[in-house]
């Protein structure tokens, strides 16, 4: 059970050294009236120092700018053994390793 364990963090640790970010640097449009925060794709404006999630994103404003990373990993960006391939649930922003053959079964990286 703690090799599970082992895994399952693992895996964690994989899925997040292969989120895809994207980083927008802050616009100082008049020097006098210079921004509150971020403002996200949806005009939304976001203090300095806050974070946020929305449709499996993480995002983070600072005085440099807004940085998004996606909390699930690309089918490209992870190494997936032949027989196994990568479950992506969008709704719940995770994912998981499973065997081609037996898709209720975890498959773990060699």
Sequence with gaps: MASLRVFVCLLGLVVLCHSQ?????LV???P???PKGCVDDDGQQHEFDSTWEKDC????C???GMSCCSK???P??????????????KKACSAKMVL?????????PT
């Design 62 to 64: 600072s005085t440099n």
């Design 21 to 25: 970010c994207t980083t927008r640097e």
């Design 72 to 74: 699930v990993p690309e």
């Design 57 to 60: 994103m993480e995002c983070s």
């Design 32 to 34: 006098n009236n210079p």
């Design 100 to 108: 081609k053959s037996d898709k209720t079964k975890e498959c773990s």
């Design 76 to 89: 490209n960006t992870v190494e997936i053994p032949e027989e196994c391939e990568l479950i992506v649930d």
């Design 28 to 30: 100082v449009k008049d």
